[in-house]
């Protein structure tokens, strides 16, 4: 059974840094799509940030430069290190997988590619 755990949330100030983490289970992330998505009140869920099983990777433009995502195959744990936060980076992040999802960027950064996602956690940034 496929299950997505996301931990690492918090509250932090402007230009501040967060960890969040996926523990996955059920399947192994290395051979799936993994995605960052958010979701801010009121707000459509967005993508994120993306890596592909073939390693590649896909960043929203308003995060490229600040956030990184990374994946540890032993742990079978998707990352997603935003450094320089800001107040619009405000939402709750959901971590997403897919074994086959359209293969194109404007699909790979839409959350109706996604079949499996966890709880999310609550990243609020704020002075």
């Known amino acids: 059974q496929v299950h997505l755990a996301e931990s690492g949330g918090g509250s932090v100030q402007p230009g501040g840094s967060l960890r969040l983490s996926c523990a996955a289970s059920?399947?192994?992330?290395?051979?799936?799509?993994m995605a960052w998505f958010r979701q801010a009140p009121g707000k459509e869920r967005e993508g994120v940030a993306i890596?592909?099983?073939?390693?590649?990777?896909y960043y929203a433009d308003d995060v490229k430069g600040r956030f990184t995502i990374s994946q540890d195959n032993d742990k079978n744990t998707l990352y997603l290190q935003m450094n320089s936060l800001r107040p619009e980076d405000t939402a709750m992040y959901y971590c997403?997988?897919?074994?086959?999802?359209?293969?194109?960027?404007?699909?790979?950064?839409?959350?109706?590619?996604?079949?499996?996602w966890g709880q999310g956690t609550q990243v609020t940034v704020s002075s």
């Open positions: 890596i592909d099983s073939d390693s590649s990777i």
């Open positions: 997403s997988a897919d074994p086959a999802p359209p293969r194109s960027e404007w699909w790979l950064m839409n959350r109706l590619a996604y079949t499996y």
């Open positions: 059920g399947f192994n992330v290395s051979g799936y799509c």
